[in-house]
């Protein structure tokens, strides 16, 4: 499931990894999380949402009920390394209100 907009990316990496796949999710809203779980016939409850950014992954599956990971974002290994500045100021913001992120 991503927010990307961009239906052939996300197509090709569902592709690749022969997983069925959400794009223009949206997130932190609800609306595609519901109908991923309910396509897999399962309760938010038993769905776990895996992501890079806690404004949009983690929150979105919070408020479903959903167990969350956050992971690191994903590398290319032949690209140049990124900054990500906003990544960065969502950690410090919820380390600042004393929530755990390691």
């Known amino acids: 499931m991503s927010n990307n907009l ?37 309760p938010a409850q038993q769905v776990a949402m895996v992501g890079d950014r806690l404004f949009t992954d983690v929150i979105a599956g919070n408020r ?3 167990y969350t990971v956050m992971v690191e974002p994903m590398v290319n290994p032949g690209d140049r390394p990124r900054r990500h500045l906003l990544r960065k100021l969502e950690v410090r913001f919820f380390r600042l209100i004393g929530a755990f992120i390691s």
């Open 64 to 66: 479903l009920g959903m």
């Open 6 to 42: 961009n239906q052939p990316r996300i197509a090709q990496i569902g592709d690749d990894l022969q997983l069925p796949y959400l794009w223009g999710a949206g997130k932190p809203s609800r609306r595609k999380l519901r109908q991923a779980a309910d396509s897999m016939g399962l």
